[in-house]
C-alpha cells in the first residue's frame, strides 16, 4: 500500500479517520460504520464506481503493538459496459479489507519498505489508497452482463440474443465472388 503523503489529513474528509477514541493497547477495538461518497477514478476501463455514488464502509479498527489493524468490507454499487455486447452493467460489489497503519516511530519504519505499509498522521489514519487498492484490485477486467453472454455476431454487430439460431454470413472467396453472382442471377 502506498504510503500516506506528508500532507496534513483533514479529520473532516470521510476517509480520514481519527483514533483518538482507540485506547492504543494491543487488542482494544472500535467499530467504524460510515456511509461515503466514492472517491473519484475507482475505475478500470469497462467499469467503475460512478463518483459520488454511496459506498458503504464496514470496518473494525483493532490496536496492536505497531498500529492499527483495519478489517472489515467495502460495498456500493458497480456501472459499466459488457465486454462481450456493450449492454449496460449495474451491480453490487462487496470487498474485503484488511490493512496495517503503523504509529509514527514504530519499528516498522526500521522493518519495513516506505510504501509497503501505511502510516498513520498522528491519530489520523487516510483509508482511501486502502480502499481503492481493495476495490480497484476486485474489478473485473472483463465484466461480464451474464455469465453465458454470447456477445455480438463479428460479422454484423447484432447481440447474437436477438438473432436466429441459424444465423450466419456467407464467406464468399473474394476471387471467386463473380462466379457466385453468376449462379444467383439465373436462378
Same mark, same amino acid.
Given at each position: 500500500?502506498?504510503?500516506?503523503?506528508?500532507?496534513?489529513?483533514?479529520?473532516?474528509?470521510?476517509?480520514?479517520? #481519527?483514533?483518538?477514541? $482507540?485506547?492504543?493497547?494491543?487488542?482494544?477495538?472500535?467499530? $467504524?460504520?460510515?456511509?461515503?461518497?466514492?472517491?473519484?477514478?475507482?475505475?478500470? &476501463? $469497462?467499469?467503475?464506481?460512478?463518483?459520488?455514488?454511496? !459506498? &458503504?464502509?464496514? @470496518? @473494525?479498527?483493532?490496536?496492536?503493538?505497531?498500529? @492499527?489493524?483495519? =478489517?472489515?468490507?467495502?460495498?456500493?454499487?458497480?456501472?459499466?459496459?459488457?465486454?462481450?455486447?456493450?449492454?449496460?452493467? =449495474?451491480?453490487?460489489?462487496?470487498? =474485503?479489507?484488511?490493512?496495517?497503519?503503523?504509529?509514527?516511530?514504530?519499528?516498522?519504519?526500521?522493518?519495513?519498505?516506505?510504501? &509497503?505499509?501505511?502510516?498513520?498522521?498522528?491519530?489520523?489514519?487516510?483509508?482511501?489508497?486502502?480502499? +481503492?487498492?481493495? @476495490?480497484?484490485?476486485?474489478?473485473?477486467?472483463?465484466? $461480464?452482463? +451474464?455469465?453465458?453472454?454470447?456477445?455480438?455476431c463479428p460479422e454484423c454487430g !447484432?447481440?447474437?440474443?436477438?438473432?436466429?439460431? #441459424?444465423?450466419?454470413?456467407?464467406? !464468399?472467396?473474394?476471387?471467386?465472388?463473380?462466379?457466385?453472382?453468376?449462379? +444467383?442471377?439465373?436462378?
Open positions: 500500500m502506498p504510503k500516506s503523503p506528508k500532507s496534513h489529513l483533514d479529520p473532516r474528509q470521510p476517509l480520514v479517520v #481519527d483514533t483518538t477514541k $482507540l485506547p492504543r493497547q494491543p487488542g482494544a477495538t472500535r467499530a $467504524l460504520k460510515r456511509v461515503i461518497p466514492a472517491p473519484a477514478d475507482l475505475s478500470l &476501463e $469497462l467499469i467503475s464506481v460512478p463518483a459520488g455514488s454511496d !459506498v &458503504e464502509l464496514d @470496518v @473494525v479498527l483493532t490496536s496492536v503493538s505497531e498500529g @492499527v489493524y483495519i =478489517s472489515g468490507s467495502v460495498r456500493g454499487s458497480l456501472s459499466g459496459e459488457c465486454g462481450r455486447c456493450l449492454n449496460e452493467i =449495474s451491480q453490487p460489489f462487496d470487498v =474485503s479489507i484488511a490493512e496495517l497503519f503503523a504509529y509514527a516511530d514504530s519499528t516498522t519504519e526500521e522493518t519495513t519498505d516506505e510504501d &509497503e505499509v501505511g502510516r498513520m498522521q498522528g491519530d489520523l489514519i487516510d483509508l482511501e489508497p486502502a480502499v +481503492r487498492d481493495a @476495490v480497484v484490485l476486485a474489478l473485473p477486467t472483463n465484466p $461480464l452482463c +451474464r455469465a453465458d453472454c454470447p456477445g455480438l !447484432v447481440h447474437f440474443d436477438d438473432l436466429p439460431a #441459424d444465423h450466419s454470413h456467407a464467406d !464468399v472467396d473474394p476471387r471467386w465472388a463473380a462466379l457466385h453472382n453468376l449462379t +444467383r442471377t439465373e436462378e
